[in-house]
């Protein structure tokens, strides 16, 4: 094993960990408040990436930038949608929910095939091929730049939860929502607030993975298995336990292209799902999961 | 009273969304790039769409018209890969039929008929494709079927067309597992099968000056029957004359990241690399060299180079040196090829250059046309019995067929050169543009 390669996967499992937190943070998030996996998260980042390809090639907008102009864009459209479905459905069966964030999911993979076609795309920025070399070691920029990026954004999301109004209320629906209805909170408005901010989250990742993967309208059903990974494994609901399974997945994926093969690199997920739910059903940080988020 | 709910809460209802969580992957998995497309399902059941020319059918019966009924036009059921991992070979494909179809009703029909497409999309999956086929002919009761793309979808649907001893003329499946089973009705309208594809490429290579010749190869490539055929044809020629095999990997059909097998490939050190690609991971594969800097000496893919146009927008200036193998180019001096390019840039404006899968699509139609005439039928069976006896005549030149559908011709070695695809082998082929570019110039 060439150890130079060996810390090269490492690098490129670092970085790639880093933007799958980010795609990953919102599904968490969503999940934590509303006890409810949104199947739809993949396609919402997969619509994303569309949206900043486009003002890429309309506007010359480059691709970082559009997240400023995706995330509020999306933020209205996740709160207009929690409000006018999802929320009718509170209270009832959970998998109704989890059905109707499919029907999302369908919709939205439909859309963007009649829109853009189902031909793959990828956002070629002028520095999109650009890396530059630490001792034989190739740091893709664009990388670098999307792991950066999604560190930010998870900070701020770190903050928010932490120390704004918004946050705690948030973390106190999550916890349990009736008590926070008693001191308080309006669960409705906190929960319509929460989802929002998930799904910006994801639009948020969608020009990341524009940027660093090729993708066309069916790849979110890849990216929603990975990322639902991700989530149990971190712990369903765990900010945190999310950015910690992100890392290992993301290495493990890059480093078992190198070490192992390339037909188990895929696999790598599902084996460390599997390996949890068996031995740890919480995930690596569910027990604390309600109160760290 | 708080801790005793969240004991029970916490516990039950994170296990049990977990293992849904996990059933989602799973069926995600399964169904993985294999999504269902609610525009594709729509197109689908649409009426079949009347692919090109006069939608209504030429009057009345003539002389020229032996097989009646007159006013109806003749039906070819197609099930193509229109979206999907396959949709941009499979849409230029589907142009050559259209651009066929619309030369066929202009100049009168075939025997006399108006002839109308019947039309599913396939959406890249072989069930779906199978399924789409059995109903062509057994709901829709089409006269004649053309293939879809790649060998893939055509392994799976020849043999519903066998089942029912239909004519299944195709343009693109030329992988050794369409021709096993020994079928009497599949034909492959390329020069060449799969396992001769990357032989120009093979021999152009061992032709270099020993001090010139690569001395490893790196062998990426997509889990695929046709490129399977191809690569293991040429690894194991390469391999016998000494070109050491330092990579080689086999990817699945949805892989988007290609960052540690680029960094893989360059680790092994290799000289060329063969690319066993269908299109979107040969762009990504180049994406991932070039930003790590690696710089093989010769590069060759499989298929993704020769659907020029999307590869061309894709890729820029990095096309240059890029080898791949086909039966044509757009500047073919083939007979009938100028009348295609220009048919096709009337119906197609857009396209300044034609893919070669259209060119495939578009013999398809040559030679059924051929057929057809020769025989003065719709019966499927004269058709195949002709053309297992006779070569036709396209715009890839001429083409033959032994027992069981294998063409006996050769393929052309072809470059990018200055934007520009051009045919750099062989040396005595008519349609030689430029001479091959070997060390490739750097990314």
């Known amino acids: 094993m060439n150890p130079e390669l060996l810390i090269q996967s490492v690098v490129l499992g670092i970085l790639t960990g880093g933007v799958y937190a980010l795609m990953a943070s919102g599904l968490t998030l969503i999940f ?3 006890r409810v996996v949104n199947v739809a998260h993949g396609a919402m980042i997969v619509m994303a990436a569309y949206v900043s390809w486009v003002l890429y090639k309309t506007f010359n ?53 009649s829109l853009w076609s189902s031909s793959f795309q990828a956002i070629n920025t002028p520095y999109s091929l650009s890396s530059f070399e630490i001792g034989g070691i190739y740091v893709p920029l664009v990388r ?11 900070g701020a999301l770190y903050l928010l939860l932490a120390r704004s ?3 705690r209320a ?15 909170v309006n669960v409705e408005q906190v929960t319509m607030l929460a989802f929002a901010l998930g799904v910006s989250m994801a639009a948020a990742a969608g020009p990341l993975l524009g940027m660093i993967f090729a993708f066309y309208p069916a790849t979110h059903w890849l990216w929603i298995g990975k990322l639902l990974a991700i989530v149990v494994l971190g712990g369903l609901g765990s900010l945190a336990g999310t950015f910690v399974a992100a890392m290992i997945l993301g290495l493990a994926e890059q480093v078992a292209t190198v070490t192992v093969s390339l037909d188990w690199a895929p696999m790598v997920f599902y084996i460390f799902l599997f390996g949890v739910l068996i031995v740890r059903p919480r995930g690596l940080f569910g027990t604390t999961a309600r109160e760290s988020l | 009273m708080h801790r005793s709910n969240r004991s029970i809460d916490v516990p039950r209802v994170s296990p049990l969304l977990a293992w849904l969580a996990a059933g989602a992957i799973i069926l995600a998995g399964c169904s993985g790039a294999a999504s269902p497309s609610p525009a594709a399902s729509a197109a689908a059941s649409a009426a079949p769409s009347v692919a090109a020319g006069s939608p209504s059918p030429v009057a009345s019966a003539s002389a020229a018209c032996p097989i009646p009924p007159c006013d109806q036009p003749i039906v070819i059921g197609v099930s193509q890969a229109l979206t999907g991992d396959k949709s941009d070979p499979g849409t230029a494909i589907e142009h050559g039929y259209q651009v066929w179809v619309k030369e066929i009703n202009a100049a009168g029909g075939l025997l006399g ?39 893939a979808l055509t392994i799976p649907t020849s043999a519903i067309a066998e089942k029912y001893k239909y004519a299944f003329i195709e343009g693109a499946g030329g992988a050794p597992g369409v021709f096993q089973r020994q079928f ?44 399977k055929a191809t690569e293991d044809g040429a690894q194991a020629t390469l391999e016998a004359a000494g070109i050491k095999t330092v990579y080689h990997a086999v990817y699945p059909p949805t892989q988007t990241d290609f960052a540690s097998i680029a960094a893989a490939v360059k680790a092994s050190g290799a000289d060329i ?24 000496k010769a590069i060759y893919f499989t298929s993704g180079p020769s659907t020029t146009g999307p590869f061309e927008q894709a890729l820029g200036s990095k096309v240059n040196g890029i080898f791949t193998g086909d039966g044509w180019i757009q500047s073919s001096k083939a007979t009938g090829n100028a009348q295609f390019v220009a048919d096709y840039h009337a119906m197609f404006p857009k396209e300044v250059d034609i893919p070669g899968e259209a060119a495939e699509g578009y013999s398809v139609g040559q030679v059924l046309l051929a057929a057809v005439t020769a025989t003065q039928s719709l019966d499927n069976t004269k058709i195949a019995d002709w053309l297992h006896a006779n070569p036709v005549q396209t715009v890839q030149g001429p083409i033959g067929w032994d027992s069981i559908g294998r063409p006996n011709g050769s393929y052309l070695l072809e470059q990018y050169q200055s934007g520009k695809l051009y045919v750099v082998a062989p040396a005595n082929d008519p349609n030689k543009g430029a001479d091959p570019v070997y060390p490739k110039p750097n990314w």
């Open chain 1, 165 to 167: 109004n918004l946050g």
């Open chain 2, 184 to 227: 009497h009705y599949t034909f492959f309208v390329q020069p060449a099968t799969a396992e001769h594809q990357a032989d120009p490429f093979v021999t152009y290579i061992l032709s270099l000056p020993a001090a010139q010749r690569p001395k490893t190869a790196a062998y990426p490539q997509q889990d695929d029957p046709f490129v």
């Open chain 2, 273 to 296: 690399v063969l690319g066993g690609t269908i299109f979107g991971d040969a762009v990504a594969q180049v994406q991932a060299y070039a930003s790590i800097n690696y710089q093989p």
């Open chain 2, 113 to 151: 008929r108006q002839v109308v497409l019947k039309e599913y999309d396939n959406q890249s999956l072989a069930d779906t494709a199978v399924s789409q086929i059995e109903r062509l002919v057994t709901v829709d009761k089409v006269d004649l079927l053309f293939g879809p793309f790649s060998s």
């Open chain 1, 144 to 154: 670098l730049l999307a792991a950066g990026v999604a560190l930010v954004l998870l």
């Open chain 1, 170 to 184: 948030i973390r106190a629906t999550t916890q349990d929502p009736r008590t926070a209805a008693l001191v308080g």
């Open chain 1, 32 to 34: 934590g408040i509303m």
């Open chain 1, 61 to 113: 907008l480059d691709p970082i930038a559009s997240i400023v102009v995706v995330m509020p864009i999306f933020f209205v459209a996740g709160a207009l949608v929690q409000w006018t479905i999802l929320r009718r459905l509170g209270g009832r069966d959970l998998t109704l929910t989890v059905l109707v964030t499919f029907g999302f999911a369908i919709i939205l993979e439909g859309l963007q095939g």
